[in-house]
């Protein structure tokens, strides 16, 4: 990284940043997600934390995961769904999603248009972990968590 701790201001148009890279997400073919990229916004040593706004087209989502850290998270584009353990919620822009340690998570764009979140989360952190067949099993058998992983959310 360069210019740790210095003054800097960057500019936002077109939910692009000045400086700042877009890293499309590699598709592989068991990618556990769908057009996703992501913009690393904040990554100050000092601050102990990070900032990533990622986004998705329509249709997309991120990875269903969970993890010993946390996330913070604002919606900043367009409409979508979150899973947030057993729980399926519609998101809109200016919602905050708290994600705690162990919680099954992941975000859908289900709005026919490109959706975006700012991701607040601790420099240091472990792995995300991914479902098991078990796991997603036990998932599926909650009618909402399953109408949600089949992109159909009510
Ligand atoms: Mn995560």
Redesign the pocket.
């Known amino acids: 990284m360069t210019e740790a701790g210095q003054p800097r201001i960057r500019n936002f148009r077109d939910f692009r940043w000045d400086a700042v890279e877009h890293r499309p997400y590699k598709e592989e073919g068991s990618a556990p997600f769908r057009a996703i990229s992501r913009q690393v916004l904040f990554e100050e040593p000092a601050l102990g934390c990070e900032l990533r706004y990622f986004e998705m087209e329509a249709g997309g989502f991120?990875?269903l995961?969970?993890?010993e850290?946390m996330?913070g998270v604002m919606v900043f584009r367009g409409h979508g769904h979150c899973l947030l353990g057993t729980t399926v919620r519609a998101v809109k822009p200016g919602d905050l999603v708290t994600?705690p340690a162990w919680t099954w998570?992941q975000f859908r764009a289900t709005a026919g248009e490109p959706f975006g979140f700012l991701?607040m989360?601790n420099r240091e952190r472990d792995r995300?972990q991914l479902p098991t067949e078990p796991d997603l099993s036990a998932l599926r058998g909650v009618t909402e968590v399953a109408a949600f992983l089949d992109g159909e959310p009510a």
């Open positions: 991120s990875t995961e969970r993890h850290h996330h994600i998570h991701c989360v995300p």
